[in-house]
């Protein structure tokens, strides 16, 4: 199989992330222009959520349709894959009559085998290990407010989750310095930890993780999956809870991040998406257009990287 896929941030070059996220920037301005712009006129995305999602498919699918194409909605109950029927030979039928596939899931692994026997791409829409498409939005995001990201710091505070795993490898793709204040035993994993090397610090402190930061990042305690751990988190991540005294400590043009749904009152103090810091509301906005952007990289015909 030939196909180009975006699994994880490690399967662009670090030049090919930039375009997609400058082209994102400029399909953006199409779309507040109200320009038509249709590459994907005719070809169709398939849509596999094995978890559930706002944002995810509702980027996908408005970007699907606002490229020219169209996007199919695909639960396990709508699809042999949730009664059995092999990931492979799903991804052989599915890519004979789909342009491309995003599938939101569980296992990384299901990404990786249905990409092993797919004609066409397969995007990552999330996994328990990664959340690449996120990561394209956050940086689009930082680079609209405060330019290039490279050589800055940036702070990761909370579960060493799948997004804290992504802001590692963004670290390495995008060359900023990472810092990770989690409890003991929710660090991130170690496979990724080993390849930042030095471009990541693991720390227990989130004052000392934030200072001088300028970007500022966290996620929910508790991922789908995780409910009966609830308690436990709350209990353990108290401490690491992001107000606007841990942002004061950041530096002075700080932007703060969520990748959403947010639980104010856990991972955030309630005000804190109302801060003129935090730029969460463009973060989510801009799933969209970098997707736009990747998918037309992926899936247009003829497409040539800038």
Not at 218 to 223: E, I, L, M
Not at 225 to 240: D, K, N
Request: charged content about 20%; overall charge negative.
């Amino acid at each position: 199989m030939s196909a180009r896929h975006f699994l994880s941030l490690m399967d662009f070059t670090p030049d090919e992330l930039a375009s997609v996220i400058r082209r994102g920037v400029e399909l953006k301005h199409l779309r507040d222009q109200s320009v038509l712009f249709e590459p994907l006129k005719g070809r169709v995305l398939g849509m596999i959520f094995e978890k559930s999602s706002t944002r995810t498919r509702l980027s996908f699918e408005a970007g699907m349709i606002q490229l020219g194409g169209q996007a199919i909605f695909l639960s396990p109950r709508d699809t042999q894959l949730g009664r059995g029927e092999p990931i492979g030979d799903c991804a052989i039928v599915m890519s004979r009559m789909l342009d491309a596939v995003m599938i939101r899931t569980f296992a990384h692994g299901t990404l990786t085998e249905f990409a092993a026997n797919s004609r066409v791409p397969v995007i990552n829409g999330l996994s328990d290990d990664l959340h690449p498409c996120q990561l394209l939005a956050d940086m689009q995001t930082f680079l609209e407010h405060r330019g290039s990201i490279q050589g800055k710091t940036v702070a990761w505070v909370g579960d060493g989750n799948n997004m804290c795993n992504t802001y590692i490898e963004a670290a390495i793709q995008f060359g900023f310095h990472l810092r990770i204040a989690c409890p003991q035993g929710y660090e991130p994993s170690a496979r990724f930890l080993e390849m930042a090397g030095n471009r990541v610090t693991v720390l227990r402190d989130p004052y000392e993780a934030v200072a001088g930061a300028h970007l500022v990042s966290t996620d929910v305690w508790t991922s789908m999956g995780q409910e009966e751990e609830t308690a436990q988190r709350l209990a353990r991540f108290a401490p690491y809870q992001v107000n606007r005294a841990l942002l004061d400590h950041a530096a002075g043009d700080v932007l703060f991040m969520h990748c959403l749904p947010a639980h104010r009152g856990e991972e955030i103090s309630h005000d804190l998406l109302d801060d003129p810091r935090s730029v969460a509301w463009d973060q989510a906005e801009n799933r969209l257009h970098a997707q736009k952007a990747l998918l037309e990289r992926l899936v247009a015909p003829g497409y040539r990287p800038a």
